[in-house]
């Protein structure tokens, strides 16, 4: 199983990217989804996560209302679209995903993980 995630990059305080996250090797329609971060110092946390049929999601309190997670599941694809981009946003996003959606909140309920990509917002 591979769960390559893309999409990050440099871009200034208010900008946008998309976070793409597409799994080989794995029946994505039966996973969960979720991202979570890492800054340099810093705690992986959660971000965002989506239900088995994309239709519920979920957010932390710091990205709620400016970030978007959506599941495709016949693009087998997974997107974070991030608007309104702060610097406190900086780090390194991963995508996840999780067989049983026990605890989206916690990096342990997850059974796979991505590389991760690089976001830097700049003041």
Do not use: H
């Not at 440099?10 to 793409?20: C, F, I, K, T």
């Not at 959660?46 to 970030?67: E, H, L, P, Q």
């Amino acid at each position: 199983v591979q769960l390559q995630a893309s999409g990050g990059g440099l871009v200034q305080a208010g900008g946008s990217l998309r976070l793409s996250c597409a799994p080989s090797g794995l029946a994505f329609g039966i996973y969960s989804m979720g991202w979570f971060r890492q800054a340099p110092g810093k705690e992986r946390e959660f971000v965002a996560a989506v239900s088995v049929s994309g239709i519920n999601t979920y957010y932390s309190d710091s990205v709620k209302g400016r970030f978007t997670i959506s599941k495709n599941n016949v693009e087998n694809t997974m997107y974070l679209q991030m608007n309104s981009l702060k610097p406190e946003d900086t780090a390194v996003y991963y995508c996840a995903a999780d067989r049983y959606g026990t605890d989206y909140t916690n990096a342990n309920s997850y059974d796979y993980w991505g590389q991760g990509t690089q976001v830097t917002v700049s003041s």
